[in-house]
């Protein structure tokens, strides 16, 4: 059982920045790779960034250069620094892990937040 609570988004102006956070709780036994998607309307849900538990991180291409994730492993937090926001990366953004729980150790298993919208908008 793993819950993943997004947090950070907003409305922001071109040009702008944010922050998005992910906590993850529950019966964590560890966690792979944690990352963040998102899905504008219309569109099918892509990956913006990933990254491993201890390893270096990978980006779509429509944000290398301007997005940052990190993680706090001890915090079992996953974080997502936005800089330089565009209108066309308005989106609901989806926190994801990879996690192992004490119920299913050599299991690892998928899981998402709820989502947290981010506007980009003048």
């Known amino acids: 059982q793993v819950q993943l609570v997004e947090s950070g988004g907003g409305l922001v102006h071109p040009g702008g920045s944010l922050r998005l956070s992910c906590v993850a709780s529950?019966?964590?036994?560890?966690?792979?790779?944690m990352g963040w998607y998102r899905q504008a309307p219309g569109k099918q849900r892509e990956l913006v960034a990933v990254?491993?538990?201890?390893?270096?991180?990978k980006y779509a291409d429509s944000v290398k250069g301007r997005f940052t994730i990190s993680r706090d492993n001890a915090k079992k937090t996953v974080y997502l620094q936005m800089n330089s926001l565009k209108p066309e990366d308005s989106a609901v953004y989806y926190c994801?892990?990879?996690?192992?729980?004490?119920?299913?150790?050599?299991?690892?298993?998928?899981?998402w937040g709820q989502g947290t919208q981010v506007t980009v908008s003048s």
């Open positions: 994801y892990a990879d996690a192992h729980t004490f119920q299913a150790i050599y299991t690892p298993r998928g899981y």
């Open positions: 529950g019966s964590i036994f560890s966690i792979n790779d």
């Open positions: 990254i491993p538990k201890s390893g270096s991180p």
